[in-house]
């Protein structure tokens, strides 16, 4: 990467390094604090969504804000909400003001992900979209384990102290960013594609996206509860959900590079079969440290690599002009999912228990691969034209980083289907 290049990145992305590694450990603390205090799984879950209602309502609105007033404000605008809700949540304790402040946190946080994309956008070219994304993954994926390792250090440091920690690291994420050269990117509001169009353009893919908002969202939020409710202390609850974020980041593009040299719609299947069996083994065998430790980094490999396989599989279906609006389109698909999802699991949970959250794994995973096999024997896909492109979690802008020079020429090297094809 050029110098030039790599010092207009490294800015923003240092930035969002800094508040991401905050706002990991306290959405895991969130759920461990509420389980603490005895809230039931239903509480637990309605707070725990409004997070991702706040990250949908960002990616349809954050964009609009950022271009009347501009990336430096907006940026600094965004962090302070964030250091402003967990400051509150350390000071308040009612289960609707924290409904609030989550909510005002995921709007937030949004907004800090659309900024960050779009500078990246603007430093390089397609050709160089592919290096930018894998640098913004490990900046994602990197904060968010780090986050989970200290997790266990900084709640012993008190109650309110993790809360502190988390609203000076949102506050200090401002500094890398102000240094940048007063230069706003250009944003363009995000038009996705409806339900609709992208049902009839790959129901593959839409449902896949879906599902996997659902499992994402539910191990993010739900999967600390369940290790609280094993007898698991606040520092192996930490590594657990480290092991989880781990194996995302090693498994994603192996998993992604072999879709590229078999059907997607096959692999799709052998993600929801891999999953399911994860999810049954966890519930069935009594499971020690090691041994559920390296069952949740297979998970976590597994159902955060179906999300980008999806996407990559409905972007052989597009046509180069549409594949932005098609992937910002899955992308909201993918949240609303995230937004359903800890309402819909911890009710399961209430009434069966813990071990709830891998009977909704197994099933949900079940349900997709049955989903999955009907639409193959209907429509099989052909061989995969767009390669695999990894991906972790954006704002729209951010679908623009996903269309690099070789996806856009393998897309408009075909005519895209007119009907549902898979």
Not at 19 to 28: D, H, P, Q, T
Not at 158 to 163: K, N
Not at 197 to 226: D, E, K
Request: hydrophobic letters at 55%; proline letters at 5%.
């Amino acid at each position: 990467m050029p110098p030039q290049l790599f010092t207009q990145v490294s800015a923003p992305l240092l930035g969002l390094f800094v508040v991401i590694i905050g706002n990991a450990f306290i959405a895991s603390l969130t759920t461990l604090h509420l389980g603490a205090a005895n809230a039931s799984a239903a509480v637990i879950g309605i707070i725990s969504s409004s997070y991702y209602l706040g990250l949908t309502l960002g990616a349809l609105f954050n964009d609009r804000l950022i271009v009347r007033i501009g990336h430096i404000r907006s940026y600094s605008g965004f962090t302070s909400l964030i250091a402003v809700t967990v400051l509150l949540q350390g000071l308040l304790s009612s289960y609707e003001a924290w409904f609030m402040l989550r909510l005002i946190n995921g709007w937030a946080s949004i907004g800090v992900f659309l900024v960050v994309e779009s500078w990246l956008l603007m430093a390089g070219d397609a050709k160089m979209r592919g290096r930018l994304l894998a640098f913004y993954m490990v900046a994602l994926y990197g904060a968010t384990m780090v986050g989970q390792l200290v997790l266990g250090t900084i709640s012993e440091l008190g109650r309110t102290a993790p809360f502190m920690i988390a609203g000076l690291l949102a506050s200090l994420s401002v500094m890398p960013v102000v240094v940048l050269p007063r230069t706003s990117p250009h944003v363009e509001p995000a038009e996705p594609l409806w339900p609709r169009q992208l049902m009839r353009l790959s129901p593959t893919g839409v449902m896949g996206c879906f599902g996997a908002g659902i499992a994402v969202a539910a191990t993010y939020t739900l999967l600390p509860l369940y290790l609280q409710r094993i007898g698991l202390d606040v520092a192996e609850v930490g590594r657990m959900m480290a092991a989880v974020i781990l194996g995302a980041m090693i498994l994603q593009y192996p998993v992604g590079r072999w879709s590229d040299m078999r059907d997607r719609q096959v692999i799709l299947i052998a993600l929801s079969v891999f999953c399911a069996v994860l999810s049954l083994l966890i519930l069935i065998l009594p499971t020690g440290s090691a041994l559920l430790m390296l069952l949740l980094f297979l998970l976590g490999g597994g159902i955060f690599a179906m999300y980008p396989v999806a996407v990559s599989h409905a972007a052989d279906q597009a046509s180069t002009g549409s594949m932005v609006r098609m992937i910002q389109g899955l992308l909201l698909i993918n949240s609303i999912g995230a937004a359903l999802s800890p309402l819909v699991i911890s009710a399961v949970m209430s009434w069966t228990g813990a071990r709830g959250l891998f009977i909704c794994f197994t099933l949900l995973n079940v349900g997709l691969l049955v989903f999955f096999i009907r639409r193959r024997r209907e429509h099989p896909a052909t061989t995969p034209l767009a390669p695999f492109t990894a991906a972790a979690q954006m704002s729209p802008a951010g679908a623009e980083l996903r269309v690099t020079e070789d996806l856009a020429q393998a897309a408009s090297d075909h005519e895209p289907l007119d009907e549902a094809s898979a």
